[in-house]
């Protein structure tokens, strides 16, 4: 016979909890410009499980409808729930075939809502999301995290990319930079990042968007430079050390 | 009966007869298919309405049954040009027994009959009694206008008060910044038709940052109208709306039917006495695309005018609303609308002897330069010496 005491609610019991606690595969920064002719995203493809650099493979910019490009860093499982309601999305307004079609304004609302829904049912989608896009020559750039912040830019990055990459953003980024010049400063980020964060795999994909479409480019590696001479001879003043 | 709205007489004679659907035209082309076919072949199904028939007119109404009894009050007008609406004089002369002449020739004749009783019931003729009783009772609202051109939609509607006492309905909703609606009929269907506009409206903005496609928006209204065809416990809303807002692709104007239908429309009139606008802009709507705001709104108060019958059009009997790319939907207060009113109603004093012309481009010559309305304007004029338009 059942207590009057009601059973502990799933909020309350972790064991047996239906709500995202922690994250488990994950991947790292994406960072986002806005260019001359539209957004230019680059993100790495790396799905870390936990501190072991896991899956090298895993495609972390989506585009979305005609319009709009997707990238998230955080809990892929989220990141792919994530895109089913956008199909969905995208799948109802082409139904309606009528003309209109959502732009990146509405993506980044829409994904605003469900995030900070999600957030307030303490159950959120472990994402930062950089949501990008052209429509009728308007470019739009933005973000959203995890528990609903959202803005928009003309360069945003995620999770170490606000750290490392951002700084190198605000000092060289201008309006209207070509395409080269923004693939330029883009590498130059993910160099840094490659660098100094530990879950960051040399391999990425550059993602353009402009008024024509979207394009996501082959993974690629970025050269990296060791040979300093500093490395050379690492226990040199200290026998043993490493 | 049901009184409709407080504007009419609810003088809802409902009589069969033979054929007056051509006003039907420009509102639901698909029942017009269904009424040619049936015409004939419902003398047969409805025995109820020959026993009608065999009523006796009442002296006094003699005159009146032999002209319902005639085609078309379309044609009627091509016979006797004296008994043409836009003969002035004659009409004031018999006032009562034209405003009742006018209800009866504007609605479909149609009997009571066994099938009509609910809405999930059809008659054996594949008809929807209560759906098209809920089209007479937008016929009955006072009448509502639309038009459009590129980048701007007007709604203008007649506003008559109960009596000198008491304000008049309101008929115009804006629903947002970028879609006004103005209705006819039953304005408490209109009123929650237009809650519901407002807050799909609202909800849209609120998960998208943007505004709702009007498309969309007019395709939900049917939507909910087709619902209440379709269920034994509702009943069609009385009311049709004349939804005009922006979008993506522009201007637009829509007809919204209790029955579910929607239609796009470059210009259009519902309610009572609306064929004399829609007479009007069919010959005007051409142009519309391409006018300019002034121009646009203009034409809505002369097709207003159209629609009052020699009364004195003033701004306190008519609303107008506008929105436009880069203006938001607004209604007009009275001041602008009557300072617009005096401004083409000064033209027309100032020529009276024109000649009205039938064409698509009246002559602008008669006119100072107040542009290709004016030519119309003489048309509607109450000059007893004017010879009647040709329809």
């Not at chain 1, 060289?172 to 993910?190: G, P, R, Y």
């Not at chain 2, 969309?216 to 065809?229: F, G």
């Not at chain 2, 051409?286 to 002369?302: C, H, P, Q």
């Not at chain 2, 401004?343 to 698509?360: M, R, T, Y």
């Amino acid at each position: 016979m059942e207590s009057t005491q009601s059973k502990p609610g799933p909020l309350c019991n972790p064991e047996g909890s239906q709500r995202t606690l922690y994250p488990y595969v994950t991947g790292t920064s994406v960072v986002a410009l806005k260019y001359k002719d539209g957004i230019l995203m680059a993100a790495d493809m790396g799905g870390s499980y936990g501190s072991t650099l896991r899956y090298k493979s895993v495609e972390r910019m989506k585009p979305i409808g005609k319009h709009s490009l997707l990238g998230a860093s955080g809990e892929i499982s989220d990141f792919q729930e994530l895109l089913r309601y956008l199909d969905e999305l995208v799948l109802y307004d082409n139904m309606w075939d009528d003309g209109n079609s959502l732009g990146p304004k509405e993506v980044h609302n829409y994904l605003t809502r469900v995030m900070y829904n999600r957030r307030n049912k303490f159950n959120p989608l472990w994402n930062s999301l950089v949501l990008g896009g052209v429509k009728n020559g308007q470019k739009y750039l933005g973000m959203v995290s995890m528990i609903g912040v959202n803005f928009e830019d003309n360069h945003v990055a995620t999770g170490f990319g606000n750290h490392l990459a951002r700084p190198i953003l605000r000092d060289e980024w201008h309006e209207n930079l070509t395409f080269e010049e923004a693939v330029k400063l883009l590498e130059k980020c993910m160099r840094v990042l490659l660098y100094r964060d530990r879950s960051a795999v040399n391999k990425l994909q550059i993602a353009k968007i402009t008024e024509e479409g979207v394009t996501i480019s082959q993974p690629y590696s970025l050269k990296t430079f060791w040979g300093f001479s500093a490395f050379e001879n690492p226990t040199l003043g200290a026998e043993g050390s490493w | 009966m049901t009184p409709i709205s407080p504007h009419k007489p609810a003088h809802f004679c409902l009589h069969q007869s033979s054929l007056s659907y051509s006003h039907l035209t420009l509102s639901s082309p698909f029942l017009i298919l269904a009424y040619d076919k049936i015409a004939v072949a419902s003398h047969h199904l409805e025995p109820m309405r020959k026993g009608k028939r065999k009523k006796k007119p009442s002296p006094g109404s003699s005159q009146r049954e032999r002209e319902r009894e005639s085609q078309s009050h379309l044609l009627e007008q091509k016979e006797n040009p004296n008994k043409n609406r836009h003969s002035f004089t004659e009409r004031e002369r018999h006032c009562d027994f034209f405003l009742e002449r006018e209800t009866k020739n504007d609605a479909v004749k149609m009997f009571r009959n066994q099938y009509d009783t609910d809405v999930t019931t059809w008659s054996p003729a594949g008809r929807l009694f209560q759906v098209e009783y809920a089209m007479e009772a937008v016929k009955q609202g006072s009448a509502a206008i639309g038009l459009r051109s590129k980048t701007h939609v007007v709604l203008a509607c007649v506003n008559k008060a109960n009596s000198e006492l008491s304000s008049h309905q309101k008929k115009i909703f804006k629903v947002d910044d970028h879609i006004g609606v103005a209705i006819a009929g039953l304005t408490a269907d209109g009123r929650v038709l237009s809650r519901y506009m407002r807050s799909e409206a609202i909800n849209y903005n609120y998960t998208y940052e943007s505004p709702l496609p009007v498309g969309r928006l007019v395709v939900q209204l049917a939507d909910k109208a087709q619902v209440c065809t379709q269920r034994s416990w509702k009943r069609p809303y009385g009311v049709g709306l004349l939804v005009g807002g922006l979008d993506e692709s522009g201007a637009h104007l829509y007809y919204n039917c209790p029955s579910g239908n929607y239609f796009e429309y470059q210009a259009f009139a519902i309610g009572s006495r609306s064929q004399a606008a829609k007479t009007y802009l069919e010959r005007r709507f051409e142009n519309f695309t391409g006018s300019t705001r002034e121009d646009l709104i203009k034409d809505a108060l002369i097709a207003t005018r159209e629609t009052l019958q020699g009364e004195k059009l003033r701004s306190s009997i008519c609303t107008i609303a506008v929105v436009g790319v880069g203006e938001p939907f607004h209604i007009l207060d009275q001041d602008t609308v009557q300072k617009l009113i005096d401004a083409f109603e000064i033209v027309q004093d100032e020529a009276p002897a024109a000649e009205p012309d039938a064409g698509a481009e009246p002559a602008a010559a008669a006119e100072e330069g107040e542009g290709s309305g004016a030519g119309a304007d003489q048309a509607a004029v109450p000059e007893p010496d004017v010879a009647p338009m040709d329809i």
